[in-house]
C-alpha cells in the first residue's frame, strides 16, 4: 500500500456508488488525481482541500481522506461561475499525474485574491488563466520571435491558422488569418497580471477560448459563460 499527504483543488466529483463519490483534485506535487472518498462528505469544485491519499500502486485509482476543506468563493457570484469555469477546463486538459507547477501556482493565488475583489479584477485573473492553462499544456503562444521570418520582431498578431507570433512588418507576407495580440501579453509573465479593462479582457478571452478549443483540449464555445462574462461591469 502507498501513501501520500497533500493539498489541492477540488475539481470534480461523481457520486459512484452508495457508499462513494469519484473525486477529481489537481495537487501541489502529484498533478491531477482522482480518487474515491466517502460520499457523506460534502465538497464542491474549486474548493481546497488537505487530503490522504492511498492505493495499491501509484497509478491505481486510491481513496481520498480529506482532511480539511475551503471554500475560497461565495456561491451564486460570477466569481464563483469562473471558478467553475476554472474546473471545467482543468478537467478536460489536464492529463492524470500532470505536474503544471506553475499552473497549480497561479490557480492558488487566484482562488486567494478572488475573495475579495472586483468582478473586473477576477476576470482579469480568469484571462490570464485561460492563457497559462494554453501554455502549461504545450500550445502556449511565442511572443518573442516572428513565425514568418524567424527574427526577434515585436508580435502584434497570432494566426489564427497555426498559432505563431507574427510582426507587423511580415503581416503583408503571411496569407495566413490573424488575431490582433492585446498589448497587455506583452506583461503577462508574472502572478500578478496587470488589470485591464474589460474590452480588452473580452478579447483575450475570446483567442484564448478559440486556441483551448483548436488544439482539442475541449469544447469550450461555452456562449452561456461569454454571455455572463459580457454582464460584468
Ligand atoms: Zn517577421
Known amino acids: 500500500m502507498i501513501s501520500w499527504s497533500d493539498t489541492g483543488i477540488v475539481v ?9 463519490q469519484a473525486v477529481e483534485i489537481f495537487t501541489k506535487d502529484h498533478g491531477m488525481v482522482r480518487a474515491l472518498c ?15 491519499w492511498r492505493g495499491r500502486n501509484s497509478c491505481e485509482n486510491g481513496f481520498w481522506r480529506i482532511q480539511d476543506i475551503h471554500q475560497p468563493i461565495a456561491p451564486n457570484s460570477i466569481h464563483s461561475v469562473i471558478g467553475q469555469r476554472v474546473c471545467y477546463l482543468l478537467h478536460i486538459s489536464l492529463p492524470y499525474g500532470d505536474g503544471a507547477s506553475e499552473l497549480f501556482e497561479y490557480i492558488e493565488h487566484m482562488s486567494r485574491e478572488m475573495r475579495d475583489c472586483s468582478s473586473l479584477e477576477a476576470l482579469n485573473m480568469y484571462a490570464y488563466f ?45 496569407r495566413d488569418r490573424l488575431f490582433r495580440v492585446p498589448e497587455v501579453w506583452e506583461n503577462w509573465s508574472n502572478l500578478e497580471p496587470i488589470l485591464s479593462d474589460l ?35
Open 38 to 52: 466517502d460520499s457523506t462528505i460534502r465538497i464542491c469544485g474549486f474548493s481546497w482541500v488537505s487530503v490522504d
Open 199 to 233: 474590452k480588452t479582457i473580452l478579447l483575450s478571452i475570446s483567442i484564448t477560448n478559440y486556441f483551448i478549443e483548436k488544439s482539442n483540449l475541449g469544447h469550450s464555445g461555452d456562449h452561456s459563460f461569454i454571455a455572463t462574462l459580457g454582464l460584468v461591469s
Open 130 to 174: 485561460e492563457f497559462l492553462l494554453l501554455k502549461s499544456t504545450g500550445y502556449g503562444f511565442d511572443l518573442k520571435t516572428c513565425g514568418v521570418c524567424g527574427n526577434v520582431e515585436k508580435i502584434e498578431y497570432i494566426s489564427r491558422d497555426s498559432g505563431r507570433g507574427i510582426s507587423r512588418e511580415c503581416r503583408g507576407i503571411t
Open 12 to 20: 470534480t466529483t461523481t457520486k459512484r456508488q452508495e457508499k462513494y
